[in-house]
């Protein structure tokens, strides 16, 4: 008899027909009869790891079909310019008297390769490379993206943006709600501005990139420091959040600045590059969603969650914070990742305190510079038990409201029995919402 078992299992029996001293009846010896969990791949770091989960438990989520990654970025950047979203190709707005601004999100995978074909399109209008001026709006990176430009673009300006240096900005205008607003200085005496971003979701400004590249990110100290603050928890959706409203009015006050919108594929690949004025931004944030919005009909109580590619400590609060939107209540998010992430300010207050609901007070009254990252850490923190695979020690994982794992293969203990589970692969940029 073939026992009872449960619908999503297979039963692969082999089976032999052997001889029997009852008269009428024969014996069907079955030696190897077993149930197999339909088995999945969950990319993590720059590994895989097998998890078996059964179909009853595991809660699917509703997305659109994904869209294969890009093959060449170069070349994809190169059909944008020369075909942007209801405008002509960038080069032939420009002049070669003109100043370029070319504002930089230093967060995109192989920022050199992808800049170059931007810098050379703008060459063909015979701009001269000392009259264009990257703008990085951070000082958090080191930079080394510029070692991959290539030779002939070697006089091209590089500035950062320093927003607490009221000579490095300039008075643009005032707002319908009566905002004075001050943004960097270059930008505004720049003849064509054109951003280069990476579309993504954010806490502060719902989907970040785009118009939010120029405002708030290159405005004024004080600006900067009231939309620190204005964190959301919730899930950003197809209408835009205040930030995003107001950003889109001082980019109309700023001219008719060109972007360049990057959406971020598996790992550190692109799955798509758009081009076009600020119109095109509606285009650019329907892309993102049908690459890395998930809905679910009912929340987990296990996630499993992973970061691939390059990646960093906000990454992995990021990838925390997105799955504690579908975890139940004291649940469990397990993350996976090979990052030894750098301790800003955020994460010395949770090293200071034994909860995340205390720490996350601090925070507030402190306002770190990285707060963001502190904010979307601890708020998961507060809703369900974390797990961590990455490169910090049990010691100081510990600190950070985590329980430590040694090794991936530690996440399979979570999913046994009746537990329901979710999994995020590259958790860090999907959006994952409840239905």
């Given at each position: 008899?073939?026992?009872?078992?449960?619908?999503?299992?297979?039963?692969?029996?082999?089976?032999?027909?052997?001889?029997?001293?009852?008269?009428?009846?024969?014996?069907?010896?079955?030696?190897?009869?077993?149930?197999?969990?339909?088995?999945?791949?969950?990319?993590?770091?720059?590994?895989?790891?097998?998890?078996?989960?059964?179909?009853?438990?595991?809660?699917?989520?509703?997305?659109?079909?994904?869209?294969?990654?890009?093959?060449?970025?170069?070349?994809?950047?190169?059909?944008?310019?020369?075909?942007?979203?209801?405008?002509?190709?960038?080069?032939?707005?420009?002049?070669?008297?003109?100043?370029?601004?070319?504002?930089?999100?230093?967060?995109?995978?192989?920022?050199?390769?992808?800049?170059?074909?931007?810098?050379?399109?703008?060459?063909q209008?015979?701009?001269?490379?000392?009259?264009?001026?990257?703008?990085?709006?951070?000082?958090?990176?080191?930079?080394?993206?510029?070692?991959?430009?290539?030779?002939?673009?070697?006089d091209?300006?590089?500035?950062?943006?320093?927003?607490?240096?009221?000579?490095?900005?300039?008075?643009?205008?005032?707002t319908?709600?009566?905002?004075?607003?001050?943004?960097?200085?270059?930008?505004?005496?720049?003849?064509?501005?054109?951003?280069?971003?990476?579309?993504?979701?954010?806490?502060?400004?719902?989907?970040?990139?785009?118009?939010?590249?120029?405002?708030?990110?290159?405005?004024?100290?004080?600006?900067?420091?009231?939309?620190?603050?204005?964190?959301?928890?919730?899930?950003?959706?197809?209408?835009p959040?205040?930030?995003?409203?107001?950003?889109?009015?001082?980019?109309w006050?700023?001219?008719?600045?060109?972007?360049?919108?990057?959406?971020?594929?598996?790992?550190?690949?692109?799955?798509?590059?758009?081009?076009?004025?600020?119109?095109?931004?509606?285009?650019?944030?329907?892309?993102?969603?049908?690459?890395?919005?998930?809905?679910y009909?009912?929340?987990?109580?296990?996630?499993?969650?992973?970061?691939?590619?390059?990646?960093?400590?906000?990454?992995?609060?990021?990838?925390?914070?997105?799955?504690a939107?579908?975890?139940?209540p004291?649940?469990?998010?397990?993350?996976?990742?090979?990052?030894?992430?750098?301790?800003?300010?955020?994460?010395?207050?949770?090293?200071?305190?034994?909860?995340?609901?205390?720490?996350?007070?601090?925070?507030?009254?402190?306002?770190?510079?990285?707060?963001?990252?502190?904010?979307?850490?601890?708020?998961?923190?507060?809703?369900?038990?974390?797990?961590?695979?990455?490169?910090?020690?049990?010691?100081?994982?510990?600190?950070?409201?985590?329980?430590?794992?040694?090794?991936?293969?530690?996440?399979?203990r979570?999913?046994?029995?009746?537990?329901s589970?979710?999994?995020?692969?590259?958790?860090?940029?999907?959006?994952?919402?409840?239905?």
């Amino acid at each position: 008899r073939q026992p009872e078992r449960p619908a999503s299992c297979r039963l692969q029996p082999h089976t032999r027909l052997v001889s029997s001293p009852y008269h009428g009846s024969v014996i069907v010896w079955l030696p190897a009869i077993g149930y197999r969990l339909p088995a999945m791949q969950l990319a993590w770091g720059h590994e895989t790891l097998e998890l078996a989960v059964d179909e009853t438990n595991l809660v699917a989520g509703r997305r659109a079909p994904i869209a294969p990654d890009i093959a060449d970025p170069v070349q994809a950047m190169r059909d944008a310019l020369e075909h942007p979203l209801d405008y002509p190709a960038l080069r032939l707005a420009l002049t070669p008297d003109d100043h370029v601004a070319l504002v930089v999100d230093e967060t995109i995978p192989h920022l050199g390769r992808l800049l170059t074909p931007v810098l050379e399109h703008i060459r063909q209008a015979h701009v001269k490379p000392e009259a264009i001026t990257l703008i990085c709006p951070t000082h958090d990176s080191d930079q080394a993206w510029l070692d991959d430009l290539p030779d002939e673009f070697q006089d091209v300006q590089v500035e950062t943006h320093q927003a607490t240096d009221r000579k490095k900005l300039a008075y643009l205008a005032t707002t319908k709600e009566g905002r004075r607003i001050y943004l960097n200085r270059t930008v505004v005496d720049a003849d064509q501005v054109v951003v280069l971003g990476r579309r993504s979701y954010d806490p502060v400004l719902g989907c970040a990139g785009a118009e939010t590249s120029l405002f708030p990110m290159l405005s004024d100290e004080a600006t900067l420091e009231e939309y620190r603050t204005k964190l959301k928890s919730r899930a950003p959706d197809a209408l835009p959040w205040p930030v995003q409203q107001e950003a889109r009015e001082v980019t109309w006050m700023a001219g008719a600045p060109f972007f360049l919108q990057v959406i971020p594929g598996t790992g550190d690949n692109l799955c798509g590059v758009l081009a076009g004025p600020l119109e095109s931004s509606g285009a650019g944030q329907t892309l993102i969603d049908a690459r890395w919005r998930c809905e679910y009909e009912r929340p987990a109580d296990v996630v499993i969650a992973s970061v691939t590619g390059a990646a960093t400590g906000a990454d992995l609060a990021r990838a925390f914070f997105a799955a504690a939107r579908v975890v139940k209540p004291s649940g469990s998010i397990v993350l996976l990742s090979d990052v030894t992430p750098a301790l800003g300010p955020s994460f010395e207050v949770f090293r200071r305190h034994d909860e995340p609901a205390l720490a996350l007070r601090l925070l507030m009254q402190e306002k770190p510079g990285d707060l963001a990252v502190g904010y979307m850490w601890a708020t998961a923190a507060e809703q369900a038990r974390l797990y961590l695979l990455s490169g910090l020690s049990n010691d100081i994982a510990e600190e950070l409201f985590t329980i430590p794992l040694q090794h991936a293969e530690q996440a399979r203990r979570l999913l046994g029995g009746n537990a329901s589970c979710i999994v995020l692969e590259d958790a860090h940029k999907t959006l994952a919402v409840l239905a």
